[in-house]
Each structure stands twice: as structure tokens, then as C-alpha cells.
């Protein structure tokens, strides 16, 4: 298989924009793509203040942040952001007739080399495939926010996934600097199916006024070692985009994933967390 030269990056939000970075780090030519200009702006922004912290931390030095900003180009155009590509990375909403429509649309501008990646966290990656008309080249590529710093890259393998495929992304995962698991198609993989259960978990237990958010966040990062606590993660995350993980596991894995009532209210209110400035938390 032809090294990966040229990526193309679907969605600048929160995830595309971190993967966009780490590419273009790694050396790779990298294409963001997103539907409107103001999307691209705001995600390309999230691209300089991160180099900018890394290189304040001596983790790349200036050399590296002006190859990596010269390695990334942006626009809104679906056709004219794959039509070299090696690699999509598609890292749009969370639902799956959007997805749907993506890789239906890569089928017809996408090269036939180019291997065809979902950021799903949670949707079923041989759905996604199913629409691409080449179902053996694409894959779950799950990264994980903060994306410049987090080390695992979960692997999510559909049913027709084929192994050059496989054997393909974990090269790539290599040249981005992660580490990869690689796990079978199955709702919320290994990753999001435990993660939103503690998050799930948290926000009903502040719902039945077990204790503050602060202390539900202080028990994990104190007495387990976590980094941040379930609450103050959620709103890293995203409320909606967490929602949208339990709808979904609800629906295919049962009861235990039934979304608290408090957390579809706050969405309902735009508290989406970190982003929207308030969720559990209030963020300048
Ligand atoms: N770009 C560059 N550097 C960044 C960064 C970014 N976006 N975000 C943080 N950093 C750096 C900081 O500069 C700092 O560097 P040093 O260690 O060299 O000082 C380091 O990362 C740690 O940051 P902070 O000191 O600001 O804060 P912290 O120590 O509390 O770490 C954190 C922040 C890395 C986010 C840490 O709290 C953490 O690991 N939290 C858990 C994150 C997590 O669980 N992510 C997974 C979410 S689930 C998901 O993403 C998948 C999904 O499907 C929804």
C-alpha cells in the first residue's frame, strides 16, 4: 500500500482540527475541509493555539510549527478536499445519515487507493462502510480529545474492514505518534461504552443530590487517580456529544445507557459544556 502522503480532513471542529494538526506535524499534506468558512477559521485558530502551547513546552520547536501550518490548507469544497487524498478522515456530527451522505459522496471523489476513515465514538463503523461501496477499505480511526495530547488511537474494524486496511492504519497511527488497540465493530467499542457510563453515572448521581459536582469530580481525581473527573470530562467533551452517545447506546445496548433526564435538559438549554461556556462547570 502507497505511504500516506495526502490527508483530508472532514469536519474542523473540536476532533478534525486536532487530527488535521497531528497530521500535518507527522509531515503529511492535509486538506481540512468543513461547510462553512467560519467553521475552518475557528478550527484553524484551535490549530495554532495548540502548536503555539506545544512549542511553549519545548514538545515541537518553531522549525515544526511553521512546517506543520505550511502542510495545512482548508476549504469547503467536498470534491476538490479528497480528490488526492490517500487518507479521509471524516470527523463531522455524531449522526449517521450525515455520515451516510459523506461516504456516499467519497465513493464518487475519493481515489480507489484511498483508505476511508470514521472518528466515530460510538456509531456502527460497518454501517458507515456499507454506503462507501468499498466497504474493505474503510475503518475507525477514535481518537481522543485533547488530540495532540491524548496517546491512544482506537482501531475500530468493520466487518468487511480488510486487513491491509488494518495493517494500513496502524502504520498511520504510528507516524501520528499514537498507540493503537484494535477492537471489532460493536456499539461504543472499548472506549466509549465505559467512558459514558461513568459520565452517565456522575450526572445521575448529581441529579439525586449524592454531592456537588466538584466533590463527584474531586472523589474520581482523588481517590482514582483519573485526571479530571466524570463531570468537568463531560464538559470537555460536549453534553450534545455525549448525548448523542447514550441515544445511541440506548437504543442498541439497553437501559443502563438511558441518558439522565438532567443531561438532555442542559443540552436542550445550549449548556453544552467547555464550547458553549457552561456546563457543569462555567468557563471564561
Ligand atoms: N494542545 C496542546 N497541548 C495541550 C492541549 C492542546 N489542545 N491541551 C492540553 N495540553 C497540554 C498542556 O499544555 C500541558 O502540557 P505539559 O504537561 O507539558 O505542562 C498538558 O497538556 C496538560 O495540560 P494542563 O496542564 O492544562 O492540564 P491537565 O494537566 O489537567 O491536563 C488534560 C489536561 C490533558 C485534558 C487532562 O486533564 C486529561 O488527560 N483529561 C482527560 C481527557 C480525556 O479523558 N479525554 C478523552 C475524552 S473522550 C474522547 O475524546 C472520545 C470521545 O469519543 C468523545
Partial sequence: MKKIENVAVL??????????????VAGMKVVLRDIADEHLERGMAGISKSLDKLLSKERIDAATREAALANLSTTTDLPQAVENADLVVEAIPEKMALKVE??????EHAPERAILASNTSS???????AASG????VVGLHFFNPVPIMKLLEIVRGLSTSE???DAARAFSE??????????????????????????????????GVASAADIDKAMELGYRHPM????????VGLDVRLAILDHLHRELGEQFRPPALLRQMVRAGKLGRKSGEGFYRYD
Avoid: W
Avoid at 459523506?102 to 465513493?107: E, M, V
Avoid at 456509531?123 to 462502510?129: D, P, Y
Avoid at 467499542?189 to 457510563?197: D, E, H, I, K, N
Fill in 11 to 24: 469536519g474542523a471542529g473540536t476532533m478534525g482540527h486536532g487530527i488535521a494538526q497531528i497530521c500535518a
Fill in 102 to 107: 459523506t461516504f456516499r459522496a467519497l465513493k
Fill in 123 to 129: 456509531l456502527s463503523v460497518t454501517e458507515i462502510a
Fill in 134 to 137: 468499498s466497504p474493505e477499505r
Fill in 164 to 166: 491491509e486496511t488494518v
Fill in 175 to 208: 507516524r501520528v505518534g499514537k498507540e493503537a488497540i484494535v477492537v471489532n465493530d460493536f456499539p461504543g467499542f472499548a472506549t466509549s461504552r465505559l467512558g459514558v457510563m461513568l459520565g452517565c453515572e456522575a450526572i445521575r448521581m448529581l441529579e439525586s
Fill in 229 to 236: 473527573g466524570p463531570l468537568r470530562l463531560t464538559d470537555l
